[in-house]
């Protein structure tokens, strides 16, 4: 809780944090209980912080020869990391509302079913949703007026998502992977740890460190 201020002696781990900084508030699914992120996300963004801080006073020292105190604590670090859903609420008072894997303003832009597991699709701009429609074989969407820019797909999200679902559901994972592969639109499988560390691009880095 920092150095100073009424929580200053007070105990606290990351989750705690994540709870009381808003982190918790806006995780989980719409229609579901608060959860925590599956790491321990606040001690490691105050680290990076902490991180930044050091670099910058010993920059500091060798051009001024005076040292710097630093004051990394967890629960500023998660405010500062709350990025949009904070300046939203700043600049016009919205407050924010847990959505699952979706984004509050572009659409779509979450993780879909499929046959047999789950794939996360990011259409963040209008050409994008033109290249996810024609990989998909559904054309018929860009000449819905309910779907013809971002603004108004976001108005119509249930109905495009609604649909959607329906559509990757009729296909195994690895169908979608393969068809949305080099197409120039973001997409991930949602793998599991081993499959992680078994990704060729963390292979390549590895094998180069070696």
Same mark, same amino acid.
């Given at each position: 809780?920092?150095?100073?201020?009424?929580?200053?002696?007070?105990?606290?781990?990351? $989750?705690?944090?994540?709870?009381?900084?808003?982190?918790?508030?806006?995780?989980?699914?719409?229609?579901?209980?608060?959860?925590? $992120?599956?790491?321990?996300?606040?001690?490691?963004?105050?680290?990076?912080?902490?991180?930044?801080?050091?670099?910058?006073?010993?920059?500091?020292?060798?051009?001024?020869?005076?040292?710097?105190?630093?004051?990394?604590?967890?629960?500023?670090?998660?405010?500062?990391?709350?990025?949009?859903?904070?300046?939203?609420?700043?600049? *016009?008072?919205?407050?924010?509302?847990?959505?699952?894997?979706?984004?509050?303003?572009?659409?779509?832009?979450?993780?879909?079913?499929?046959?047999? *597991?789950?794939?996360?699709?990011?259409?963040?701009?209008?050409?994008?949703?033109?290249?996810?429609?024609?990989?998909?074989?559904?054309?018929?969407?860009?000449?819905?007026?309910?779907?013809?820019?971002?603004?108004?797909? $976001?108005?119509?999200?249930?109905?495009?998502?609604?649909?959607?679902?329906?559509?990757?559901?009729?296909?195994?994972?690895?169908?979608?992977?393969?068809?949305?592969?080099?197409?120039?639109?973001?997409?991930?499988?949602?793998?599991?740890?081993?499959?992680?560390?078994?990704?060729?691009?963390?292979?390549?880095?590895?094998?180069?460190?070696?």
């Amino acid at each position: 809780y920092g150095q100073t201020g009424p929580y200053s002696n007070r105990a606290g781990y990351d $989750v705690m944090i994540e709870a009381e900084a808003g982190l918790m508030y806006i995780t989980g699914e719409e229609d579901g209980n608060p959860v925590k $992120v599956g790491v321990a996300i606040t001690d490691l963004t105050t680290g990076l912080y902490a991180h930044g801080a050091i670099m910058a006073a010993l920059l500091s020292r060798t051009k001024t020869n005076f040292g710097q105190w630093i004051d990394c604590s967890l629960i500023e670090s998660q405010i500062a990391s709350l990025a949009n859903i904070a300046s939203n609420y700043l600049i *016009s008072n919205g407050e924010a509302v847990r959505m699952g894997t979706s984004h509050p303003s572009i659409v779509p832009y979450q993780v879909f079913p499929t046959k047999d *597991s789950f794939i996360m699709i990011g259409a963040g701009n209008d050409r994008q949703f033109k290249i996810l429609c024609q990989t998909i074989n559904q054309e018929n969407l860009l000449q819905d007026s309910r779907f013809k820019t971002n603004a108004s797909r $976001v108005q119509h999200r249930k109905e495009l998502i609604s649909l959607l679902k329906s559509k990757f559901q009729e296909e195994d994972t690895d169908h979608w992977l393969e068809k949305f592969f080099d197409k120039g639109i973001p997409f991930a499988p949602i793998n599991n740890i081993q499959k992680t560390f078994e990704h060729p691009q963390n292979i390549l880095k590895l094998e180069k460190l070696n």
